[in-house]
């Protein structure tokens, strides 16, 4: 695929299957032998764990969005860097709803080949997400 193509798969990947929370989008773009190098402490590294990470996100944040601020691509590598933004009204990880707003930006990378997202890392400060939501 072309760095434009790359970066078109990446752009569904926030839009079509994060920020509406679409499974079926997911068994699209991700590779059946996708690896996730940043899971969540108790989920899976595989597609199943990505989109059981995806869905967790929307149950703990209702109005859970991401907005990307920054694509580049070269080659097989997408780097996205993005707002998450949502209002904890729901549970999160065992964490009751504390109904404060989220606003940080985390940057994921994306290994493509074959047209699929065959992995996945990303980066998100975690204690400032715990700041936001009154956690500490």
């Not at 072309?2 to 997911?26: F, G, H, P, T, W």
């Not at 597609?47 to 691509?73: P, T």
């Not at 996205?80 to 549970?91: D, I, S």
């Amino acid at each position: 695929m072309s760095v434009e193509e790359n970066k078109k798969l990446a752009r569904r990947m926030v839009e079509d299957c994060i920020n509406k929370n679409n499974q079926a989008v997911a068994d699209e773009i991700f590779a059946d032998d996708f690896i996730n190098h940043s899971p969540q402490f108790g989920i899976t590294p595989d597609r199943a764990g990505l989109k059981q990470m995806i869905a967790g996100f929307h149950q703990g944040f209702r109005d859970y969005h991401l907005a990307i601020e920054d694509l580049i691509a070269e080659d097989d590598k997408v780097v996205l860097r993005v707002r998450n933004t949502g209002t904890h009204t729901g549970n999160l990880m065992g964490i009751p709803p504390t109904h404060k707003r989220m606003d940080l930006c985390s940057v994921t990378i994306l290994h493509i080949a074959d047209g699929k997202v065959k992995e996945r890392w990303n980066v998100v400060n975690k204690l400032e997400l715990m700041r936001q939501l009154g956690l500490m």
